[in-house]
């Protein structure tokens, strides 16, 4: 189950990526703001990696939480905010799947584990999207 949980983590941790490329004053405020809403999870993500226990999975899906709100409140740039949307959308479900994991994991079903770790997957792959297509909008 270590193992599974490992690319979740680097998947999670690639969003720590900073845009790139040349952008507007307001562009460039926004990536600023962007990097420093995630921030907290991205030191969050390194501190908890290979740990596969209840408690961490929680303290995970609650920095995810946070990151969510935190990038909800951000002031997009027009032509990103379907995107924000998108992006936030897919990091609270990410945080939910999460919470379910560590439900699982407290129930010791390694059955139910087994596919929410692939359910969890699939949400941090839907993130990572988002954010390439967040950072495409704003790098133009």
């Known amino acids: 189950m270590r193992n599974m949980k490992k690319p979740i983590i680097i998947t999670v941790a690639a969003l720590a990526l900073a845009f790139a490329g040349c952008a507007s004053s307001e562009d460039e405020s926004f990536k600023q703001d962007f990097n420093a809403a995630q921030e907290p999870l991205n030191k969050l993500l390194t501190d908890s990696a290979g740990a596969s226990d209840p408690a961490s999975m ?24 379907d995107e924000l949307d998108t992006f936030v959308k897919e990091v609270n479900a990410s945080a939910d799947t999460m919470r379910e994991a560590q439900k699982a994991m407290e129930d010791q079903d390694l059955e139910k584990m087994t596919t929410i770790l692939t359910e969890l997957q699939k949400h941090m792959t839907a993130v990572g999207e988002a954010q390439q297509k967040l950072a495409t909008v704003v790098n133009g």
């Open 58 to 81: 929680g303290k995970i899906a609650d920095g995810l939480d946070n990151t969510a709100k935190k990038m909800a409140a951000l002031d997009a740039p027009e032509d990103a905010k």
